[in-house]
């Protein structure tokens, strides 16, 4: 049974590349300089400002003049990768920066201020290499798996749900057939190794029920190596179990064998949630009314679909029947159907007593709550809304 280690100085893990609010696994030969704008109406790819829409079609038209008002590093990486196929050996440096931009633009006669959140990534290597050694150089900061109060989303079709492994909590995220696992939340032991909330423990391909692709494991001596793995989802999704041969290293960081490893992973079940339904959306809405950008979005997607709210129909979430008086009450996120396009709307939730006190609440895609809460809150109320357009 794989236990998260290889040897005294190794453990599972890579990094993820986090670009505009959702983790992607990089591959060899890679170049990408994107920003994922508030809102997603707007796009910015390799310093261009587009709408969204017309980029994905593929006919993005002129870039929309803008101007940066400030910018921050959130985190940033410099390093060499090895690939053991190529004699000699060739170091492949990268560099991957994430950071934060607000810029300012005028569109249609309206001024926007907006916040953009970006990546930058670049390497060299052949796409007929596998990054099999990976070194950090230089790092600044530290990735994160999902940053919570942007308000904004990739505009990819991803899900994401928790899952369980050898004590840590991990996210897996399914975009088409591609499948990412990363740590949320790992173990207190694996901190001394480098493992931190965004570290990747594997990323592939789904096949059916079938799974292919490349765990990872970190040392302290020889950086990240990957190695392949496969498996199969088993007991009705809720369990999924990898299969590989994890190298075994020289102090001269060369591979010298393997030995068997398995990764198992459970489902999380969530503790407050019990299911969903549909609602109107001027119910759905109505719970953001305060917030003016969204109320500006929502109607400029009701005027360009040529409808109005009592013909949308919203998809919520809602809560569990353990709940003693908010049972079946609807929380974010509501996925409201607007014409050809999909408004999500997300936020964080309080769960309040009958003094108006906070028994509990849940930020970003966190779902526990104290059981005070679930046996006590008589109240719900969303705060921080965050949305996204899904073309």
């Given amino acids: 049974m794989f236990n998260g280690f290889v040897n005294p100085v190794a453990v599972c893990a890579s990094l993820f590349v986090t670009w505009a609010g959702a983790a992607t696994a990089v591959h060899a030969s890679d170049y990408m300089h994107t920003c994922r704008v508030e809102g997603g109406i707007y796009v910015i790819d390799d310093g261009a400002l587009y709408e969204t829409e017309k980029y994905k079609g593929g006919s993005p038209g002129e870039p929309i003049p803008y101007r940066v008002i400030s910018e921050a590093t959130h985190s940033e990486e410099k390093g060499y990768c090895i690939s053991w196929k190529q004699k000699p050996e060739h170091r492949y440096e ?14 249609d006669g309206q001024s926007w201020e907006l916040d953009a959140k970006c990546a930058l990534y670049g390497d060299g290597m052949p796409a007929n290499l596998d990054c099999d050694r990976r070194v950090v150089t230089d790092r600044v900061g530290s990735p994160e798996l999902r940053e919570t109060g942007w308000g904004i989303e990739d505009e990819r079709e991803e899900t994401a749900t928790r899952w369980t492994h050898n004590g840590s909590e991990m996210e897996l995220r399914a975009d088409g057939q591609s499948r990412i696992f990363g740590y949320v939340a790992p173990r207190p032991e694996l901190e001394p190794f480098g493992v931190r909330a965004g570290s990747v423990l594997f990323d592939g391909q789904l096949d059916g029920e079938r799974l292919e692709g490349r765990a990872r494991i970190f040392t302290k001596l020889c950086g ?18 990898l299969r590989g041969r994890t190298p075994i290293l020289t102090a001269a960081c060369r591979p010298k064998g393997t030995k068997d490893s398995e990764l198992v992973f459970e489902v999380k079940v969530s503790p407050i949630v019990g299911g969903g339904g549909s609602l109107p959306f001027e119910e759905a809405i109505e719970f953001f009314r305060s917030d003016a950008r969204l109320m500006f979005q929502v109607a400029q997607l009701l005027k360009d679909a040529k409808t109005d709210m009592a013909a949308v129909v919203c998809v919520g979430a809602a809560l569990g029947d353990q709940w003693t008086h908010l049972s079946r009450t609807r929380i974010p996120p509501f996925e409201c159907q607007i014409g050809k396009t999909t408004l999500v ?3 964080d939730v309080e769960f309040l007593g009958g003094d108006g006190k906070v028994l509990g609440r849940t930020e970003g ?9 679930i046996r006590s809150a008589t109240e719900v109320r969303f705060v921080r809304p965050r949305w996204h357009v899904r073309y």
């Fill in 94 to 107: 990268f560099r991957v920066r994430r950071y934060k931009q607000r810029i300012a633009f005028d569109r």
């Fill in 224 to 241: 990240e190596i990957s190695f392949p793995v496969r498996g199969k989802i088993e007991r009705g999704g809720t369990r999924i179990v």
């Fill in 345 to 347: 709307i997300e936020g």
């Fill in 365 to 373: 895609r966190s779902t526990t709550v104290p059981a005070s809460a």
